[in-house]
T-cell receptor, first 113, second 113 residues
Framework: AQSVTQLGSHVSVSEGALVLLRCNYS??????LFWYVQYPNQGLQLLLK??????LVKGINGFEAEFKKSETSFHLTKPSAHMSDAAEYFC???????????FGKGTRLSVIA | SAVISQKPSRDICQRGTSLTIQCQVD?????MFWYRQQPGQSLTLIAT?????????ESGFVIDKFPISRPNLTFSTLTVSNMSPEDSSIYLC??????????FGEGSRLTVL
């Protein structure tokens, strides 16, 4: 069984500040890990994914995440927040192959001018 | 990436009626899934849509309430039957290819009065 825990349902940062969104996972098999972003009234867009290659994964819009097996973590970071980053962010885990994704509860990111 | 079209994008329905949501993918995919996102919540997997056979439902979801069809590799439907206000949600179609990530449609926002 797999699960994801996102620490913090709401994170608020100032424009230009570091963004850190936390995700811890539980998986009985080597995991595939994903971060998605959802803007208001829209579907989900993939930011980045980890599928057992490089542990530091770079995604779109300047985001990156590092897979740390020892900490069972896959935290999402961005060096400098923009107003346009305000959205809901979801971490998700799956096993290899064609298994469905299990999503965390989401973290709402607010960016303050 | 795959482009997923869902319709209707939104609907307002009366209690006791049924609504069918259609999902069309622009290219062949191996897996299709249906998720539900209740207001302010994360995504919950309803079922895996299997081509030419009965869908695989998650705990808490049954075929009588959420019948699903997938007649070919690029098309699926989800019906929400005998609706109640508790069924008011966003229903999201998703598809997965060998690369692992899940692509999402824009979702169908359903309000039941």
């Amino acid at each position: 069984a797999q699960s994801v825990t996102q620490l913090g349902s709401h994170v608020s940062v100032s424009e230009g500040a570091l963004v850190l969104l936390r995700c811890n996972y539980s998986s009985s098999v080597p995991p595939y890990l994903f971060w998605y972003v959802q803007y208001p009234n829209q579907g989900l867009q993939l930011l980045l994914k980890y599928t057992s290659a490089a542990t530091l994964v770079k995604g779109i819009n300047g985001f990156e995440a590092e897979f740390k097996k020892s900490e069972t973590s896959f935290h999402l970071t961005k060096p400098s927040a923009h107003m346009s980053d305000a959205a809901e962010y979801f971490c998700a885990v799956s096993g290899p192959g064609n298994t469905p994704l299990v999503f965390g509860k989401g973290t709402r990111l607010s960016v303050i001018a | 990436s795959a482009v997923i079209s869902q319709k209707p994008s939104r609907d307002i329905c009366q209690r006791g009626t049924s609504l069918t949501i259609q999902c069309q993918v622009d290219s062949q995919v191996t897996m299709m899934f249906w998720y539900r996102q209740q207001p302010g919540q994360s995504l919950t997997l309803i079922a895996t849509a299997n081509q030419g056979s009965e869908a695989t439902y998650e705990s808490g979801f049954v075929i009588d309430k959420f019948p699903i069809s997938r007649p070919n590799l690029t098309f699926s439907t989800l019906t929400v039957s005998n609706m109640s206000p508790e069924d008011s949600s966003i229903y999201l179609c998703s598809a997965r290819r060998g690369t692992g990530e899940l692509f999402f449609g824009e979702g169908s926002r359903l309000t039941v009065l």
